[in-house]
């Protein structure tokens, strides 16, 4: 029985780089997934700002997602990423089949979605506060032999709040 595997990082970078572990170990596009709050960049040349987030002139993250830009693209990394309109929330970036969960919701935000993958209401709301505060979710669909090799990965990589549902 498959499990979901979630946890939130304060740095776009810290969760390119669980990604890419998470990819190097046999996770497919098809079981991770990452939602983060899509931003106007600030910095002249592009870069990070002080919480590691990534941004670039005049360029945010979700056409950094399609053109390659910020950095590679936190979202390079997995396919079929978009931007999409959360209620509460604003204009987010969503990629992985929770993405296919939030397209579509019009009252239940990012909660509703959360919550039809499997995350607990009360916790849902949690998740989508650090989402509001410009943190990146990523959750990652694991049997359930495989789920203490990804919470492992996510710690590693500096993940808060991870949890197994």
């Known amino acids: 029985m498959a499990k979901t595997v979630i946890g939130v990082f304060r740095s776009q970078e810290r969760a390119r780089e669980a990604i890419n572990e998470l990819q190097s170990d046999g996770f497919s596009e098809k079981e991770i997934s990452l939602v983060a709050k899509e931003e106007k ?22 056409e950094g997602i399609f053109t390659g ?7 390079g990394l997995l396919a079929g990423a978009g931007a999409l309109l959360i209620p509460g929330i604003g204009p987010i970036i969503a990629a ?5 969960f939030l397209t579509g919701i019009v009252g239940g935000g990012l909660v509703g979605g959360l919550v039809d993958f499997g995350i607990p209401e009360e916790r849902g709301r949690h998740f989508e506060e650090r989402v509001k505060r410009g ?13 203490e090799q990804v919470v492992s990965t996510l710690n590693s990589y500096g993940a808060e709040d991870v949890e197994t549902h």
């Open 135 to 147: 943190d990146v979710l990523v959750s990652v669909k694991a049997e359930d032999n495989k789920a």
């Open 41 to 62: 960049g600030e910095g002249s040349e592009g870069g990070s700002d002080e919480q590691g987030r990534l941004s670039m002139e005049g360029q945010n993250l979700g």
């Open 96 to 100: 992985g089949p929770l993405a296919a």
């Open 69 to 75: 830009g910020a950095l590679g693209g936190i979202t």
